[in-house]
């Protein structure tokens, strides 16, 4: 493991939803039609200032997101279920990444995406806490788990409009990214122990404590 790459690139799982939702809020403000028990936040793409904003910060936050996947595939190299959390990350910022190119105007593509993107959340999530498990991060397991059972759950009641669900699912993905980069920037390099018959060569001989 690389831990340069994985502290540089694991600062963007805190800036993703930062930016993500502080440009959704701006764009909300912007909209005095706006609600949230009426509308689907891909209202706010439609028209004007308000989707120019909106659609805006989700490319910008995708972008974001797109580098926060450097640092897992960094993190989970070597294992098969790992790195299918890490193919799933970057499907999740391809498909927020979609939605903002293509608005509720370019038609059904629009759709799809959206279903794409909340469908991937979970699954991104319950895919890497059973990498953690696997590897002895029984805490960001934990909250990996969480993260995505709360991100699905909350599609299961009826809503009057979607909103609420969006911003939920968009918000548990956040807490667990923001964790999981607060996880990454703090990792401290360890020698390992060498026995006394083990060569000692400069440069090797690191690693990188997975346990939280």
């Not at 805190?14 to 912007?30: C, D, E, N």
């Not at 629009?110 to 959340?121: D, E, P």
């Not at 498990?133 to 009641?157: E, F, Q, T």
């Not at 667990?176 to 360890?190: D, H, N, P, Q």
Request: with cysteine; net charge neutral.
């Amino acid at each position: 493991m690389n831990i340069k790459v994985v502290k540089l690139f694991g600062v963007s799982g805190i800036l993703a939803p930062v930016v993500g939702f502080t440009m959704i809020f701006l764009a909300i403000r912007t909209a005095s039609w706006f609600s949230w028990t009426g509308n689907a936040l891909s209202d706010l793409g439609v028209d004007g200032l308000t989707a120019a904003i909106f659609n805006g910060g989700l490319v910008m936050t995708a972008a974001v997101m797109m580098t926060f996947s450097l640092s897992i595939n960094e993190v989970t190299k070597g294992d098969i279920v790992g790195q299918a959390g890490f193919v799933l990350s970057l499907a999740v910022a391809g498909f927020l990444m979609g939605i903002g190119v293509f608005p509720e105007t370019a038609g059904a593509i629009h759709y799809y995406l959206s279903v794409a993107f909340f469908a991937s959340l979970p699954l991104c999530t319950l895919v890497l806490a059973a990498y953690m498990a696997r590897n002895n991060m029984k805490k960001l397991s934990i909250i990996s788990a969480v993260a995505g059972v709360i991100s699905a759950l909350v599609w299961i009641p009826h809503w009057s409009a979607v909103a609420i669900p969006e911003a939920l699912s968009s918000l548990a993905f956040g807490v667990w990214s923001t964790v999981f980069g607060v996880w990454m920037i703090t990792r401290k390099e360890e020698r390992k122990i060498l026995g006394k018959d083990s060569p000692y060569v400069p440069g090797e001989g690191y690693g990188v404590s997975d346990v939280i």
